[in-house]
Every structure is written in C-alpha cells, then in structure tokens.
C-alpha cells in the first residue's frame, strides 16, 4: 500500500450547547422583562460581538472609490437589492478608475479561475502571458487542481488592461472567472488585531437558503469578509486574508461546501499568515451530516444574525481530521494486455474523521488536515 505525505493541521469549531442556545434566545426574547441593567449590559454583549468578527475598513484599501466594494460587487449582484445607476459603458473594472485610484506601496491582486484543471504550470504562464505584460507583473501562486492562479500588478494601468484582455480571452474553450481583491491588511501600530470573522456562502445550498444567510450577515458585516464560493470558489478570500495574523471562517453550506472550502484551505496554507484559523459550520445544505456530528446542528431555522455571531463568540474548538483514502489497484485479469495502473488512486479527496470514530475499510489512509471547527 501507499500512502500521501504527512499531515497539515487546522482548527475548527464546535457551535454552543442546545441549552445555551435556548439561554441566548430567552435573553434575545425577554430582555425587557430583566431591568434595564441587565438589558444594557446584554446590548455591550453583542456590540463587543460584532466588533470582534467585523473586519474594520481601515484594514480594507479598495481600487475603486466609484464601484465601493470592487473584489465582490458582480458576484453578489444578483442579490443586490440597490439599483443599477451604471451606464452600460460604465463597468465595475473601468481602467480610468482602476489607474486614478491606485495608490503606491498597495498592489493589485486579480484571481483568474474557471480554467482547465491538472495543466503544467507552464500552461497557466502562458496563458496569463497573452493577457498580461508578464514582465511587469507577478503571476503566481498556481493550483492547477482547482484550475486558478493569482496576477499581482504594481501599476493600475497594467491591471485594466490585463482585465480587458482576461475577459475575452479563452483558454482551451474556458472563459475565466475574474474576482478582482480588496487589499486588506492589519494597520500598523496595533498591538493587538482584531480576528475578523472570514464568511463563505454557498447561495445554491438548501434550496436557496444562502440567499438569505447573506442578507442577514451583511447587514452586520463588512461586504468585503463575504465571499459566494459558487462562483469563484474559496481561494479569492482565503488569499485575500493572508495579510492577517488572526481571522476566524464561517462556512455557510452543507457537507459538500464544508469540504470544498477546507480543501482550498489546504491549498492556499502557505500563503496565510494565520495557517490555522477556527471554523464555524452553519448548515444550509440538503446533507449536514458533518455539521450534525460536530454539534453544529442539523439545520439553520433563520437565527438571526446576533444569535449566530454570538455562538460562534462563545464556542470551543475541537479536532477535526481529514483523510486522503487511497488503494492499490491490481488487475487480476490480464488478458487484454492492459497495464495496471503503477500509482494507487485517490478514492476521495478528504474524508472526514471526528475524534476516534475509525473507518472500517481495508483501503490505505493517511491524514491530510485536522481542523479546528466550532
């Protein structure tokens, strides 16, 4: 048998008890009824809540003062409920804009995905070499399994064009996905940094019901902490937040979410300053078997958003595992002259393992990632 290389470790999180939920919505419902001291001290409660996962806009720079929140605005245009005030010749990457407001010492990240997956890295350069002047950029960090890579520009002139070019240039028959980050960082001077709450959302789990996660959670939180993963996936805002020495994820999905989102956790580990952030499970997902087993429950009734913040606040962190199962495969019958394959093949990409359940399976396994959830 063989096996994949040694393990990476994260943390996620365990949401609070059934009976401090139950506590949490009493207090919410009869808050009135406990004196006015009880209520204020309640109210500083959820304020220092929402203060400690709110990602400050003096950590955000954004390329664009006229579009507001640049990386994020097309893909959640769908759910906006603002008025389209542009002309159609007034797009949210205007070059004139993108080259007025870039600001020195701040680069310009793009993420280009929706491409073929398992390329040479070769082929991603090349291709980000038709759309760029590849001498003035940096192109990298490439992950050919997930069919994405990274262009870093200096100069906001280079980064219009290069978007103009990306948008109608084809590779192998893909159009690319475009999702243009904020530039976000810790403001220097702090002693002490705040752990914003990084929130991923999968708006076609549960029949819609990431819809209306969204618009619970961004009355509260900065737009630019919420990513829509089925879109662009989970890298743009893992990237996005690799300048930051501490944040905390919220994944807002069912199982699948949750395991698309850690894979490109494992991914992009290196490139985070926080290589081990805790993560919180709110199951919206047709199958939240992983949510149900981690105390997470195994669905959102519409919590409002006070309540999911608070539990996140109050939760302790156990050790998830994650497994790459692979097997030998042997052809008993050769007679074709078929030649068997000489690696074991990859049966999932991570199974989930929770404290000591063992799986009962003659296949090899190794630990690719424990994670810390809430």
């Not at 943390?11 to 207090?27: A, F, I, T």
């Not at 000489?342 to 090899?364: C, F, R, W, Y």
Request: neutral net charge.
């Amino acid at each position: 048998m063989q096996t994949v290389a040694g393990p990476h470790r994260h943390e996620p999180l365990r949401r609070v008890s059934q009976k401090e939920n139950l506590e949490v919505g009493e207090r919410l419902a009869h808050s009135s009824t406990k004196g006015e001291t009880e209520n204020d001290a309640y109210t500083v409660d959820l304020s220092s809540c929402f203060n400690q996962f709110l990602l400050p806009m003096s950590y955000v720079w954004l390329p664009l003062k006229e579009d507001g929140f640049v990386s994020l605005k097309q893909q959640r245009s769908d759910l906006s409920t603002e008025p389209q005030n542009q002309s159609p010749g007034n797009k949210p990457w205007h070059h004139k804009a993108i080259r007025r407001n870039m600001s020195k010492g701040r680069d310009l990240t793009l993420h280009v995905g929706g491409l073929p997956v398992d390329l040479p890295n070769s082929a991603y350069t090349d291709y980000a070499a038709q759309c760029t002047k590849i001498d003035r950029v940096t192109v990298g960090p490439i992950f050919p399994t997930i069919g994405a890579f990274f262009v870093t520009f200096g100069n906001g002139s280079h980064a219009s064009s290069a978007l103009k070019l990306f948008s109608t240039t084809r590779m192998m028959g893909k159009q690319a996905t475009l999702t243009m980050l904020p530039y976000i960082t810790s403001p220097s001077g702090i002693s002490d940094p705040l752990t914003p709450l990084l929130v991923f959302i999968n708006c076609k789990s549960g029949g819609g019901q990431g819809k209306e996660v969204y618009n619970e959670l961004s009355q509260f939180l900065n737009k630019n902490q919420i990513f829509l993963i089925d879109q662009a996936g989970a890298a743009p805002g893992f990237y996005a937040f690799r300048r930051l020495p501490k944040f905390k994820v919220l994944i807002c999905g069912g199982d699948g979410t949750v395991g698309w989102v850690l894979s490109h956790l494992e991914l992009l580990q290196r490139q985070l300053q926080c290589k081990a952030p805790h993560i919180a499970v709110l199951p919206v997902g047709t199958g939240n078997d992983l949510a149900r087993v981690l105390g997470c429950g195994s669905s959102w009734n519409g919590e409002c958003a006070e309540m999911l913040l608070a539990q996140i606040s109050d939760s302790s962190p156990v050790k998830l595992d994650r497994w790459n199962l692979l097997f030998d495969s042997i052809v008993e019958n050769n007679d074709n002259n078929i030649h068997p394959e000489k690696a074991p093949l990859l049966v999932s990409d991570a199974v989930n393992k929770v404290k000591n359940v063992n799986i009962g399976t003659e296949l090899a396994h190794s630990m690719t990632s424990p994670i810390n959830i809430i």
